[in-house]
């Protein structure tokens, strides 16, 4: 593709873009913006998380699937943050 990453919007499964990039393509996505906006933080929680498991293991930068949008509480966006940081910080640690 001649693509260091591509980014995803939140309407495309994951696992579908990694099947369909090469493995040194990265992947950039792909939170739901409403989820974000939404919430509650559990779900919020729940979906970072299972995208950041899923991605496991190829080049991939967490973000929403679609940019932020203007209603979004800081505090879900503080929250979405911190549960990207925990995630990491606790795969480092197994």
Do not use: C, W
């Amino acid at each position: 593709t001649g693509a260091d990453i591509v980014s995803i919007d939140h309407t495309i499964d994951i696992r579908k873009a990694q099947a369909i990039l090469p493995n040194e393509v990265g992947i950039q996505g792909n939170l739901d913006p409403k989820i974000l906006r939404d919430g509650p933080l559990d779900v919020i929680r729940q979906q970072t998380e299972r995208i950041l498991e899923t991605a496991k293991g190829r080049r991939h930068i967490m973000n929403l699937g679609h940019g932020i949008e203007p209603d979004t509480p800081e505090e879900h966006a503080a929250f979405f943050v911190q549960t990207v940081q925990n995630f990491y910080r606790n795969s480092a640690l197994n």
